[in-house]
C-alpha cells in the first residue's frame, strides 16, 4: 500500500499494491501503522454505502461544523466517480483549494479526508457504488454543505451533473 500526498494539506490517496497470481490479486487497503506514522487517524467506527443508480449524480458538497469533525476514507466499490475535497480549515496553507481525484473499482484507490473538509463527488457510470469509514460520528445537527458550484471553488467537474438532491443543490456559497 502506498499513501501518497495530494495538493492539500493532511490528505492522502491509498494506492493499493497489487501482489497478483492466476487467482487474481491480494492487496492491502489499510494498515494502522502506516496511518499513524504519516499522522493520520487510524481508527474508523462507522461505515457507510452509498448507492447511485444513474451516471452524472452528484452528492456534495458535505462537512460537519465545528466542533464536529468527520475524517473518511472513501472509495469506490463500484462503477467510477470524480471525487472532490476543499480544505475548509481557516488558516490552513490549503484554506479554499480543491483536490479532485478519479476512484473506481479497478483503481482500487481510498481517498484520505481530514476533518475540516467538504467532501462531494459526481459518479461517471450507472450503478455507483461508494464505501465510507469514518473516524467520527455522524452528528446530524452539525451536518452543513457549501455549493457544489461554488465560484470562489472554481471546482473543475468532469461534465454537469443530472442528479442531485435539493438540499445539495441549494447550499449557500462559502462566506467570503
Not at 490517496?13 to 499513524?36: K, S, V
Request: glycine share 8%; charged share 25%.
Amino acid at each position: 500500500m502506498k499513501l501518497r500526498a495530494t495538493t492539500l494539506e493532511g490528505a492522502a490517496l491509498i494506492e493499493p499494491e497489487r501482489l497478483g497470481d492466476t487467482r487474481g490479486f491480494f492487496a492491502r487497503t489499510f494498515c494502522q501503522e502506516t496511518f499513524e506514522r504519516w499522522g493520520l487517524k487510524s481508527s474508523f467506527i462507522q461505515s457507510s454505502v452509498s448507492f447511485n443508480a444513474r451516471r452524472g449524480t452528484l452528492r456534495g458538497m458535505h462537512f460537519q461544523k465545528a466542533p464536529h469533525g468527520e475524517t473518511k476514507l472513501v472509495r469506490c466499490t463500484r462503477g467510477a466517480i470524480h471525487d472532490v475535497i476543499v480544505d475548509l480549515r481557516a488558516g490552513s496553507p490549503t484554506f479554499v483549494r480543491w483536490y479532485g481525484v478519479e476512484l473506481t473499482q479497478d483503481n482500487h484507490r481510498t481517498l484520505y479526508v481530514p476533518e475540516g473538509f467538504a467532501h462531494g463527488f459526481l459518479t461517471l457510470r450507472d450503478d455507483t457504488e461508494v464505501l465510507y469509514q469514518m473516524a467520527d460520528p455522524f452528528v446530524a445537527e452539525a451536518a452543513a454543505g457549501v455549493r457544489w458550484n461554488d465560484p470562489r471553488l472554481g471546482i473543475d467537474w468532469p461534465m454537469a451533473p443530472v442528479v442531485m438532491s435539493d438540499r445539495d443543490a441549494n447550499y449557500p456559497d462559502l462566506a467570503a
